[in-house]
């Protein structure tokens, strides 16, 4: 493996770990799109979790990409373990459906290069479908602060690969997390990790398009309960850190008013399709339910008030 360099220099080493569960069509795009970059210190882990395409037979193709294969065990375990089988002093955690943008590289190490204090740097990202064509970019709205308060309100970084991180940092951290507490955070353990870094580090945000984010049916962002239930427990996992500090409290409350309306809504329609659809058991209606009282009790309400607004608008 390449030789670490001195921290904030532009041939700092970079180390790319790249996780796949039944990916492997998309994973040589992944892999293309880190070596276009040009960037010379650079090492490639792909950590296959448990995935029943082989992707091994497409890192063959690559002979300088470490190939480590484990039983299914979840993203965490498998970005962690990418940290344990690389050494460079920076990291990027790219899935296998994902690709990077030209520059997006040498943009993060320059970050560093400026203020090697820095947890981590991030910038925006691109949505594109399942073929690898760009899609209607979402209004994303301007960063203020780029601190913990302002990830406290809301996530700004919706997919890892826009994301550099210092190695030391991930590591004083404890890395990723699959749960908190004895409750399971799924895909949400990068906001979880990005909390757990902006409350003690400083983080910046340098604006550059990074990466390409697809989206295609599998995404697990597209899991309304389980996003609602996870999101909510990596922000409690917050409160105590918050509790005596009036602002910081302040925009914990806002953060988790904003997911539990987002998801709340995006799960009481799913609900009412998977109705119509005749698709809706029990099981999945009760544990919705749970959820919505327990998360954001006054879903119900403010949806029937929501339907009623648009009746009333539409009888005039």
């Known amino acids: 493996m390449p030789q670490r360099s001195e921290q904030g220099r532009k041939d700092a080493c970079v180390s790319m770990v790249i996780t796949c569960y039944n990916q492997a069509r998309y994973l040589s795009e992944s892999i293309e799109s880190v070596f276009s970059q040009g960037y010379s210190n650079l090492q490639v882990t792909v950590i296959d979790d448990g995935s029943k395409d082989h992707p091994q037979s497409e890192v063959t193709k690559y002979p300088s990409v470490h190939f480590i294969q484990q039983h299914n065990q979840g993203v965490s375990v498998a970005r962690n373990r990418g940290v344990q089988e690389s050494d460079g002093e920076l990291l990027v955690f790219l899935d296998a459906d994902d690709r990077l943008l030209a520059g997006a590289i040498q943009t993060g190490v320059d970050s560093f290069t400026q203020n090697p204090g820095l947890g981590f ?88 398009k990074v990466a390409e984010w697809r989206q295609h049916s599998t995404n697990t962002s597209r899991n309304s309960l389980m996003m609602l239930k996870s999101c909510m427990r990596v922000l409690n996992a917050q409160s105590e850190k918050v509790r005596d500090d009036p602002q910081l409290n302040k925009a914990l ?64």
Do not use: C, W
């Open 121 to 208: 740097v991030f910038g925006k990202g691109i949505l594109i479908d399942a073929a690898g064509l760009p899609l209607p970019e979402p209004y994303q709205p301007p960063l203020k602060n780029a601190g913990y308060l302002e990830l406290l309100q809301h996530n700004p970084i919706p997919f890892p690969a826009l994301v550099m991180h210092k190695r030391s940092v991930v590591e004083a951290v404890g890395g990723f997390r699959s749960l908190v507490g004895k409750a399971f955070i799924g895909n949400t353990a990068d906001y979880d990790l990005y909390l757990r870094i902006a409350s003690s580090y400083p983080i910046h945000f340098h604006g550059a």
């Open 253 to 316: 409350k806002l953060g988790k008013d904003q997911v539990g309306r987002y998801y709340s809504e995006q799960l009481i329609e799913e609900l009412r399709a998977e109705f119509r659809e005749r698709n809706l058991s029990l099981g999945r209606l009760t544990e919705s339910i749970l959820a919505l009282l327990t998360y954001h009790p006054s879903a119900f309400a403010e949806n029937a008030f929501g339907k009623f607004r648009k009746l009333v608008a539409r009888s005039k």
